[in-house]
């Protein structure tokens, strides 16, 4: 059992180009969850999605784009990377009935380092 | 706006009990009490949860206060490796409630 993959581990990306962050979970989650965390500080959250064909805007969305076409994948992709996009990337997925969630499991997380 | 409020670091000796307080005194009665934990540089990792229960498990227990408006995370034996953040998260039932947004935390550091 995988849980969460994230690929890249590591990328370093030019100011103006664009990348696609890859999450993949193989729970049959129905919630995903894309964070970033700066140096020394805690996790933003910048997109979520509650099932395939569903996604919603977290505290830090500008920048980034989200799909959502099957449960397993959860890609974010990154437009015209910018050096405020340096950080640590993390994915999560977690499963819901309606009353609580089970714990929510976590990738590896991405470095990225745009310069 | 912060649902919850922590102490921004602690510390412990190895080998007593670690007791992490975090109070939400505006949770709603359909909110649970999520502990997660981060050590450096790693993913969070999910510690505990519980709704008005105290609960325990492998690694923890969780008590919640009976009015709900506050919690304590205890970590009976503190090793060195417990040594990370540790974020006290409520969510809710369904939807938007489950976005699962992490604050500031506190950093906990087990000494020898």
């Known amino acids: 059992n995988a849980g969460v993959t994230q690929t890249p581990k590591f990328r370093i990306l030019k100011i103006g180009q664009s990348m696609t962050l890859q999450c993949a979970q193989d729970?049959?989650?129905?919630?995903m969850y894309w964070y970033r965390q700066d140096p020394g500080m805690g996790l933003k959250l910048i997109y979520y999605s509650v099932g395939a064909g569903i996604t919603d805007k977290g505290e830090v969305p500008n920048g980034y784009n989200v799909s959502r076409s099957t449960t397993e994948d959860f890609p974010l992709r990154l437009e015209l990377a910018a050096p405020s996009q340096t950080s640590v990337y993390f994915c999560?997925?977690?499963?819901?009935?309606?009353?609580?969630?089970?714990?929510?499991?976590f990738g590896q997380g991405t470095r990225l380092t745009v310069v | 706006d912060a649902k919850t409020t922590q102490p921004p670091s602690m510390d412990c000796a190895e080998g007593r009990a670690a007791n992490l307080p975090c109070n939400h005194s505006?949770?709603?009665?359909?909110?649970?009490v999520y502990w997660y934990r981060q050590i450096h540089s790693q993913g969070p990792q999910y510690i505990i949860h519980?709704?008005?229960n105290n609960e325990t498990n492998e690694m923890a227990s969780l008590i919640i206060t009976e009015d709900r408006k506050s919690s304590t995370l205890i970590l009976p034996h503190a090793t060195l490796r417990d040594t990370a953040v540790y974020y006290c998260?409520?969510?809710?039932?369904?939807?938007?409630?489950?976005?699962?947004?992490f604050g500031k935390g506190t950093l906990l550091t087990v000494n020898p």
């Open positions: 729970m049959n989650h129905n919630y």
């Open positions: 998260i409520l969510m809710g039932s369904g939807g938007s409630n489950y976005k699962l947004t």
């Open positions: 505006t949770i709603s009665g359909n909110e649970y």
């Open positions: 519980g709704l008005k």
């Open positions: 999560a997925s977690s499963y819901s009935q309606g009353a609580g969630a089970t714990e929510a499991f």
